[in-house]
Every structure is written in structure tokens, then in C-alpha cells.
């Protein structure tokens, strides 16, 4: 089922600092439309990973051991069967090609598996048998490089690396990792609270008593910055973080038990030295949020529907009403896939038309 919008957009000229080439943006009317169609899924459980390769090549995952890919735009998806366990929740994914990905669970047991022929037999590459061990989210700097992300473990965050392409991982000394507050922790509630900037710096999102980002340039030593997104609270803080590659990094979240209640995405434009918050608020607690170089946008979803930003968070317009747990745009294109926490799957289009006042 496709379901087709279209807006149009008078936007009011407003600048918090921003480029001319904002400035510019603003003063013109924009077309906005909206192309979504709802694509035939082999599953009903909660969908939380995503890794989008192209506008053809997309895996996800997700609860009760889901794990699905489509090669063909999502005309066809493949339910592939889940490694060791069918009641692991694949909360994060990260996918190198068709053949090879990486997956992790959430909650005990605590483990990451790695496929190179497209699920029909994965590899252990990382086990933690205590009970208490929560992963929430997997990034790749590169082939080789890459981060896993968990929730406190004996009073310190628990980040592990890897160096070959996630075939191994170790856990970074205690003593590289800024010690946390009493109450912090990332999210897992899409698998994106990671984010690498256009330094390729690593990125992540917390929240608690308060809403910090971690960074690294290569994964082994991390300092905190404090920023001005709400916390305060267990549930509240920052649930995904993404880079637009040109300098701008994005964060949202809010209190995922009060979907409703609206709150200020936050940015830096320096690479994560300064934190401010957007001007416009999101129209709710959102999950995830990623960027599409081909309009220059932000989209961000959360239970209570997906918000587009085309003024670098200066408005948020939601665009649609559906429960979203995950979204990832293709690269260089306008066209994401998104996943449910009923199994559904639905895919994006975004057609901006821009033209002078």
C-alpha cells in the first residue's frame, strides 16, 4: 500500500548561526512530498537494528531472533534463520555487503555474531556470560574498525573494539572511559547511538542524570562533554545520534515513556566541542534519526510518529503518524526504510522541490 503527500511550505527566515547557504534555504518555499509504502514483512516482533547499503540492499533485526535482508529494494525479504537461539533480541546490526554482517543481542546472553554468506552459518565473535550485560549498538569507522557499545557493567561503561573487521573484540580499559554518573547509560532503543563524524571521530549518546556524548578519535581513549538535551531520569536523554558527513552532528531523544511530550534535539557544528539546542522542537520522544545528503535533511521517529527537518532542526514538520522503533536512509539517496515494533516495514521516499519566494 502506498500512501502519497504533498506540502507546501512557506518558511519563515530564522538564524541561530547558521551558513548563508541556510539562510538562503529559509527564504524559499518548499514542496514537500512524501511517498510511503507499507512492504510485505515475514514478521510481527519489534524491529530495533537496521543497516541500509543501497536503495536495494537493506538487513534488519530485531526480537525473538529476527534477522531479515532484502537485494531488491524490499519487494522480497528473506527471514533468515537466527544463530544458536530464536529468543535472542538483535537490537543492533551492521552490515559490510549482501553476505556479511554483524549482529549483537540485548540482554543475557550477551553476544555478537558475524555471517560471511548471508546467514547461512554465523560465528561467535564475542560472548559476556554475566547476566547484568546489556548491548545497545554496534558502529564501523571503516572494514576494520569499529565499536560496540553496552549498558554500565560493575559500575563502569562497557565499550569494546575491534580491529579486524569485528572477527575479534576487546573491551577498552576502564581507565580510557570517562566514569559514569550513577544513573547513565546509552540506549538500545534503535541501535544508533553511535555516530561517526566527518574526522571520523566515534560518537555516543547517553542519558541518565545527565545527557552526555562520549567521544573518540580511534575507539581507545574517550572524553565526555555534557550537553543541553532534557535528562534527569532513567528513560530520558539521548536515544540515536547521527552525522551528516558535511560537519553537523545531530542527536535526539526525550522520554520514551512519555512519547508524547516534545523536546529540543541538540547539535554540534564543531565536532562534538559544543552542544547547542535546535530552535525547533521534535513533536515527541524519538528513537532514531539519520540524514540524507540528496535533500540536505533530518529524519527522526519515534513512537508517536516521524518528524523531517530541511532547516538543520530550526522546524521539525512530522510527516506521518506511524509507531517507529528504527529508520535508515540509503546512502547518497532519498529513500529510507523503516522498521515497526509490530514487525512492520515501510519505505521512504522524500521529494523536495525548492523555489524562490
Known amino acids: 500500500m502506498r500512501l502519497i503527500s504533498t506540502f507546501l511550505l512557506a518558511l519563515v527566515l530564522i538564524s541561530y548561526g547558521r551558513s548563508t547557504k541556510l539562510d538562503q534555504r529559509l527564504s524559499q518555499e518548499i514542496e514537500l512530498g512524501i511517498q510511503i509504502e507499507k512492504l510485505n514483512s515475514p514478521v510481527e516482533t519489534s524491529l530495533r537494528g537496521i543497516s541500509v547499503l543501497s536503495e536495494d540492499l537493506a538487513w534488519l533485526s530485531g526480537a525473538k531472533g529476527s534477522i531479515l535482508r532484502t537485494v531488491d529494494g524490499g519487494k522480497t525479504w528473506s527471514l533468515i534463520p537466527p544463530p544458536d537461539n530464536d529468543s535472542l533480541d538483535f537490537r543492533s546490526i551492521h552490515a559490510f555487503s549482501a553476505n556479511s554482517a554483524i549482529i549483537a543481542s540485548a540482554g543475557f546472553p550477551d553476544r555478537v555474531y558475524k555471517t560471511n554468506n548471508a546467514g547461512v552459518s554465523w560465528n561467535l565473535v564475542y560472548e559476556n556470560e554475566d547476566s547484568a550485560a546489556f548491548i545497545n549498538s554496534i558502529a564501523f569507522k571503516?572494514?576494520?574498525?569499529g565499536i560496540i557499545m553496552g549498558d554500565q557493567l560493575k559500575g563502569r561503561h562497557l565499550i569494546f573494539r575491534t580491529?579486524?573487521?569485528?572477527?575479534?573484540?576487546?573491551?577498552i580499559d576502564s581507565n580510557d572511559v570517562p566514569k559514569p554518573f550513577a544513573v547513565e547509560n546509552a540506549f538500545?532503543?534503535?541501535g544508533s547511538c553511535i555516530a561517526i563524524s566527518r574526522s571520523g571521530r566515534f560518537f555516543i549518546g547517553f542519558g541518565g542524570e545527565n545527557s552526555r556524548v562520549f567521544s573518540s578519535i580511534n575507539g581507545l581513549m574517550w572524553k565526555a562533554k555534557s550537553t543541553p538535551m532534557m535528562h534527569g531520569c532513567?528513560?530520558?536523554?539521548?536515544?540515536?545520534?547521527?552525522s551528516s558527513g558535511n560537519g553537523e552532528i545531530m542527536a535526539v531523544g526525550g522520554?520514551?515513556?512519555k512519547p508524547d511530550s516534545s523536546h529540543y534535539p541538540i547539535v554540534s557544528l564543531n565536532d562534538g566541542k559544543s552542544w547547542v539546542r535546535t530552535t525547533g522542537r521534535a513533536n515527541g520522544y524519538r528513537s532514531v534519526i539519520d540524514y540524507s545528503n540528496k535533500i540536505d535533511s533530518w529524519l527522526s521517529a519515534g513512537l508517536n510518529g516521524i518528524d523531517l527537518s530541511y532547516d538543520h532542526?530550526?522546524?521539525w514538520e512530522k510527516i506521518g503518524e506511524n509507531n517507529v522503533n528504527t529508520l535508515q536512509f540509503a546512502p547518497n539517496s532519498s529513500v529510507a526504510?523503516?522498521?515497526t515494533k509490530d514487525g512492520e516495514l515501510l519505505k521512504m521516499q522524500i521529494l523536495l522541490n525548492e523555489s524562490d519566494k
Open 313 to 315: 532542526g530550526v522546524t
Open 163 to 171: 580491529s579486524n573487521g569485528g572477527d575479534s573484540w576487546t573491551r
Open 337 to 339: 526504510f523503516l522498521g
Open 188 to 190: 538500545a532503543a534503535s
Open 142 to 145: 571503516n572494514e576494520n574498525l
Open 255 to 257: 522520554d520514551y515513556t
Open 234 to 242: 532513567s528513560s530520558c536523554g539521548i536515544y540515536s545520534i547521527a
